[in-house]
């Protein structure tokens, strides 16, 4: 618990948390608890349940049964507002194909109700420029949407970060702008789950592991607080 | 909830201003239905003026299938419906801008498909007012209901199939109100109970207005 | 701060409520009642219908119908609909949500569909020498002929697979959208046709006069049908309970396995 501050609510709560797809249980009863700006990675097999752990605590998928609190809301229910402080970066990128780069982000932007005017900048940051924001989206290749659907994240300025196995589809480059925005968006006080494949890309930043096995966790460890992000005030973990 | 269906029925407009589906594809298929009733009545001008009226909103009722199909196509490319929750957007909003969207779409529908009736069968308008709010408060209605069997059918497997075995029983009250009003706006009709038939029409549009901004969070959330 | 304790389990919301011994045993007591007052009150009826009554002056046997149409009719178009449209409405209010009202309401709209079916052939069956056409287009015939594309509607949407809940959910709308449209296709209908032209179908001479017997028959008739409506109701409800009941057993056999894939129990 952090000492200095009375205990903070944390960013994700669940418990006993059970998701269907048909009689598929997608999650097996999960249990879990992540601090405000805590990076936390996500492992395990394919199929393990990391998707569908992310897309749940988006509000994407209801529960079955359990309890789900992300950042003090039930995610599920549109009307309490948590969705918009929530950013997913999913296998999808969510583009209408018709509508141009520019016109794609604009619209995810205002969707979240988040100001315009940080479209440019976040543009810059993923290498977005020039030609590229008229294209019409359908036009891109997979990691050219990928990093589209990246802009408009780091546009919305979430407090909670959910990155399904966000490198895949980027260039090295742009792996190393995913890095530093990771940084950045814990350094700036918000909570980053990221789901993954490739822990040594991720492990520089996490501040704990859990691993996700059969729909449950089933391993939770600290792993050694990277030096980017030591000072913020991050909750220790027992 | 007007903010969030502004910028939905906006973005679904600029959609079809940029693919022209609506234009290009789904107006030709009205005019195509048109000329086929012309091939099926015979070559006589006068059953086609009498019967244009009819011919006119099942071509309409035809086309509101294949708009509605569209416009839960564009938010199933890229899980983009996902994206429109994820964004926390108002569900009573998207709504009303899918379905002001269509509405719109359905408007220029109309007018290329009434352009046809006229020209093609030769029929006369007498009231163009009445025609007018005909159009107007039919485009409502099955956008409206058009929409909500839309969202319902969204996530279902055989929806291409399933939606029109829904949507056009529904529907039928306005191919009858809107029947009759034309026949009573269009040279050689009675014009009788014209009232009550516009009535039925407003109390349909209505109905499945208030039914989706009150159900379409419930619908669309947790599918 | 992060526990690795054993889940609480995962019992789904609303797997237990009717599923208990006792309200099976209900079921069937309730289904040989209902099954014993159906054959009986049938029975009844068909006896009284075809050797007690007398043939009409005008209509002759053929007034016999009368016996058996208005009640399948009444149990098609109100009794089975209304139910339906209850359920539903009980399924989607949050406090009253329970897969109890849609089995009821899928139970009623099946049944229903018999009904309504059996309404559009008997009504034919007797048009045809009366009126000289299998098929009129009269408002009440039209209607419930919407009635019955509406009713197919919903099953055809009930056949697509899903989750219990993801479809109990859709199947409620479905039937939702489809009720608050009924009185306004019936009125529609209703004007269509009387504007149309005059009824000319429902030909005051051909009405067959009722008195004593027939009364009396047609009657239990209503009672009869009413009867064997609620017995094929229970019958499909029970199906439907049991289908979602072991459903349920392969939805924690899945569960136990979901958790064997992780190793740790």
Redesign the interface.
Known sequence: MAPAAPVPAPALFLRGAVALSGRFPLLAGVDLEVAPGEVVLVEGPNGAGKTSLLRVCAGLVPLASGTVRVLGGDPADVRTGVRRRIGLLGHASHLYDDLTVAENLRFAVRAAGAPVDGIGPACERVGLVGRLLRTPAGKLSAGQRRRVALAALVARRPELWLLDEPHAGLDASARGVLGVLVAEAAAAGSTVVVASHEPELVAPLATRAVTVAGGRVVADRATPRPVSTAGTGVADVA | MWR?AL??GG?DL??EA??RVALAQIAPFGMIVLVLFAFALGPDQSPLVHAAPGLFWVAVLFSTVLAVQRSVA?EA????R??????????AGIFLGKAAAVGAQLLVLQAVLAAGVLLLFGARVVHPWLLLGTCLAGAVGLAA?GT??GA??A????RET?LP??LL??V??VL??GT?LWQSSLAGGAP??GA??MR?LL??DA??VA?GVV?F???T??? | MTTIAPPADPRLAEGAPATGPDGSARLRATLWTLGVLGAVSTGATVWLGIWVTPPDKVQGNLVRLVYLHPGVAWVALYLAFGLAALASLLYLWPRTRSLVWDRLAAAAVEVGVVFTACTLISGSIWGRPTWGVWWAWDARLTSTAVLLVLFLGYLALRRVPAEPHVRARRSAFAALFAAVDVPIVHFSVLWWRTLHQGATVLNPTLSPEIHGSMAWTLLLGIVALTVDFAWMLVVRYRIGLLEDRLGAEELDRAIDARRAEGGAA
Do not use: H, M, N, Q
């Open positions: 969030d910028l939905v973005k600029r959609i940029r693919s564009v490319g890229d899980a983009t996902d994206g429109l929750r994820l964004a926390g957007l108002d569900p209901s909500l069997y319902l059918s996530g279902v497997r055989l399933l075995f829904l029983p529904v039928a009250p009858l109100a009759r009788d109970a009550s038939w039925l109390v349909f109905v499945y039914l159900v969070g419930p619908l959330e947790a599918a």
